[in-house]
């Protein structure tokens, strides 16, 4: 491995110079995501690319030396899709940031995958449109990293996950080759959609090195309707019963342990002793009469408290507010996140498979998510100091992931498979779809270079 290493960075610092190394040191913070609790490996070498002759450079050497390569942005992966494997070349695509052109009659902006998507965001706001995919993380994570794992967002429900908005893109391949896939046009039916097969991949087929982005125009001014109930079922009766009236932007659950969370660490003067809670909100032009349907529709199915309001100010402060969910759960203590999502008629019965996981094992689960499209977040908490606790963790998490199975869901809604959720894979997708997919890896990267064992 001495030798394997040896050569492995000298080839690359003859092509990358100093954008290559092997330094153990400067490699320490680019050895995993965010997803804390899972394993990663020491990488023998890193690449700080600036652009995509670098990407294809890099390439290039690991595939001629058959070196694994892992790509990462600006690591917020909460899957551990970007951890590093023992040996290989850890990519970061991170300084490629550059948002390379705007078209505001096309409606498209065509940028690098280091560009932050609140950048991008804020960049297109300036000229009237309006980049759409909004994860929670947004001010902090890259494009490349939100078309890597098609992240979601709290507005999915009416506009889509990032993959709905990607129009062409620019990869490399494993062995160095470069491919261009998709068109500018609307509307494009020529051969195979590679466009769509590489986004949510998780740097698994090729590593994406331009991408053209779909814009709209700004949206109108939000009407927000905050509702409060004393369960979270009651809770889930209202998302259904919205969704009978209008089509909300965006319609958010907290459940009962996220609120008190939240509310300790925001001091917004939050209901601590509801049950749940929704955060509806309407655009367009009818917002403020789909909005006044949405508090119609909460307080029929019994709100203890609805607050309705066209301020833009308090609607983005109860918005913000939901964007704390995780990091104040994470204020309680050690978390473990989990992403499921399930039919919206089945929402109920997934929380009673949360809470009975949480009393089974003896933790703590803060449920929060995107109740408009059965998107859940449970977010297991508990004291990493605590003999038994980590293990008591992670049999409720597999307890969550076996009920969403069993409620014909999904084992990821938006964060991806990576390295926590791959021990799932074979029940969620079945032998033989499995077999077709590890195919099409093939095709794409015949010597199993590209973040192998993760994301299929």
């Not at 979270?232 to 965006?250: F, G, H, K, Q, T």
């Not at 109860?318 to 204020?331: D, G, I």
């Not at 929402?347 to 949360?354: G, T, V």
């Not at 990267?445 to 973040?451: F, T």
Request: proline share 4%.
């Amino acid at each position: 491995m001495i030798t394997d290493t040896v050569i492995l960075g000298s080839r690359l610092r003859e092509v990358l110079g100093d954008r290559a190394t092997t330094d153990p040191d400067r490699m320490g913070a680019y050895v995993r995501d965010q997803s804390l609790l899972t394993a990663a490996g020491r990488p023998a070498a890193l690449v700080k690319a600036t652009s995509t002759a670098d990407v294809v450079a890099t390439l290039t050497v690991a595939h001629e030396l058959g070196v694994p390569v892992v790509t990462r942005g600006a690591g917020t992966g909460l899957a551990g899709a970007a951890n590093a494997l023992d040996g290989c070349v850890v990519l970061s695509v991170a300084a490629m940031d550059r948002i390379l052109a705007v078209d505001p009659a096309a409606r498209t902006a065509r940028v690098e995958p280091g560009v932050i998507n609140g950048d991008l965001a804020e960049a297109v706001r300036r000229q009237g449109l309006w980049y759409v995919p909004d994860p929670g993380s947004r001010a902090i994570s890259s494009i490349g990293g939100n078309l890597a794992t098609n992240a979601g967002g709290i507005c999915c429900a009416k506009y889509g996950v990032t993959g709905d908005h990607v129009a062409a893109l620019t990869a490399v391949l494993a062995d160095g080759r470069v491919i261009r896939t998709g068109a500018a046009t609307r509307k494009n039916v020529a051969g195979l959609d590679l466009t769509h097969l590489l986004v949510g991949s998780e740097g698994t087929l090729a590593v994406i090195v331009e991408a053209t982005m779909r814009l709209r125009t700004a949206p109108t001014a939000a009407t927000t309707v905050v509702a409060f109930f004393d369960s979270a079922e009651r809770a889930i009766d209202a998302v259904l019963a919205v969704s009978a009236v209008a089509e909300p932007s965006l319609m958010e659950l907290m459940d009962d342990v996220t609120i008190a969370s939240v509310n300790r660490l925001t001091k917004m003067g939050l209901d601590e002793s509801a049950g749940a809670m929704l955060l509806i909100q309407c655009d367009g032009r009818s917002a403020a009469a789909e909005a006044a349907d949405c508090a119609a529709a909460c307080e029929k199915i019994g709100a203890s408290e609805v607050f309705h309001t066209d301020d833009p100010d308090e609607g983005e402060a109860f918005t913000a507010a939901r964007r704390m969910a995780l990091p104040a759960l994470e204020a309680m203590g050690t978390v473990l996140l989990d992403d499921v999502a399930v039919p919206v008629p089945a929402l109920p019965a997934m929380l009673a498979r949360i809470r009975s996981a949480a009393a089974r094992h003896d933790v703590t689960i803060g449920t929060f998510g995107h109740a408009a499209d059965g998107n859940l977040h449970p977010t297991i908490v508990f004291d990493a100091a605590q003999d038994g606790a980590l293990e008591r963790a992670k049999d409720a998490f597999d307890d969550i992931v076996a009920g969403a199975l069993e409620l014909d869901g999904t084992i990821s809604g938006e964060h991806g498979i990576g390295v926590l959720k791959a021990p799932y894979m074979g029940a969620m997708v079945g032998t033989v779809e499995r077999e077709l997919m590890l195919s099409v890896k093939a095709a794409f990267d015949p010597r199993n270079i590209l973040n192998p064992g993760r994301g299929i």
